[in-house]
């Protein structure tokens, strides 16, 4: 596709479920990332990909959060036993080749766990 | 690790006046800073960006400037218009194996008719 493409674009959830968040990059890029944006805040870095490993995955919370990339291009974003605090934007962004170049972002999943 | 610090956290001018965004960061090894304009509901959109080898970069109606000495960077809009009107986000990529992206905390700017 043209960009990078999330779904759902919204997701509702009862507390203590489990979600799974996707991204489809754009064609060709190595590296994805996920992020995690709260209201009136920056997007906050969770885990990075380099091609099918997660090259750092410091920014997940706690082992709840899981992501894969089996096969270098769709990623996705796993959540267990989800809790009211989860409620966000999970924002995925691809880039060619990560350093120093330009990295595009989805439009983003609103996860509210209620 | 990185930190990155933006002001102002909002920001109103006229149509047709100059926007200024201010960023700075901490750490030195850092080399990239792009910028990013947030619409409501929307994914972030780089806008423009600047490598630590160049000190000022433009495009049309958007500059940005970068002072490695002192670990800032602005953004620049001249000759505004309503449709500017969004949440801006600076950012500074980490060296060494990440390339993760840490981003400021966002500016609010409304550009009045």
């Known amino acids: 596709g043209a960009g990078v493409s999330q779904t759902p674009s919204n997701k509702v959830t009862e507390k203590g479920k489990y979600v799974e968040l996707r991204c489809d990059p754009i064609?060709?890029?190595?590296?994805l990332y996920w992020y995690r944006q709260s209201l009136g805040q920056g997007p906050e870095f969770l885990i990075y990909?380099?091609?099918?490993?997660?090259?750092?995955d410091s920014g997940l919370p706690n082992d709840r959060f899981f992501a894969v990339r089996p096969e270098g291009s769709v990623s996705t974003l796993k959540i267990q036993r989800t809790e009211r605090g989860d409620s966000a934007v999970y924002l995925c962004?691809?880039?060619?080749?990560?350093?120093?170049?330009?990295?595009?972002f989805g439009q983003g999943t609103r996860l509210t766990v209620v | 690790g990185e930190n990155v610090e933006q002001h102002p956290s909002t920001l109103s001018v006229q149509e047709g006046d100059s926007a200024v965004i201010k960023c700075t960061y901490s750490?030195?090894?850092?080399?990239?800073f792009p910028w990013y304009k947030q619409e409501l509901g929307k994914g972030p959109q780089l806008i423009i960006d600047?490598?630590?080898?160049?000190g000022e970069k433009k495009d049309q109606r958007i500059a940005v400037t970068l002072n490695k000495t002192a670990k800032h960077f602005s953004l620049h809009i001249t000759e505004t218009q309503p449709e500017d009107s969004a949440v801006y986000f600076c950012?500074?990529?980490?060296?060494?194996?990440?390339?993760?992206?840490?981003f400021g905390k966002g500016t609010k700017l409304t550009v009045n008719p």
């Open positions: 064609s060709g890029h190595t590296a």
């Open positions: 962004a691809s880039s060619l080749a990560g350093q120093n170049t330009e990295a595009f």
């Open positions: 750490d030195s090894a850092s080399n990239y």
């Open positions: 990909f380099q091609g099918t490993g997660a090259a750092d």
């Open positions: 600047i490598r630590s080898n160049v």
């Open positions: 950012a500074a990529q980490t060296q060494g194996g990440s390339e993760k992206l840490v």
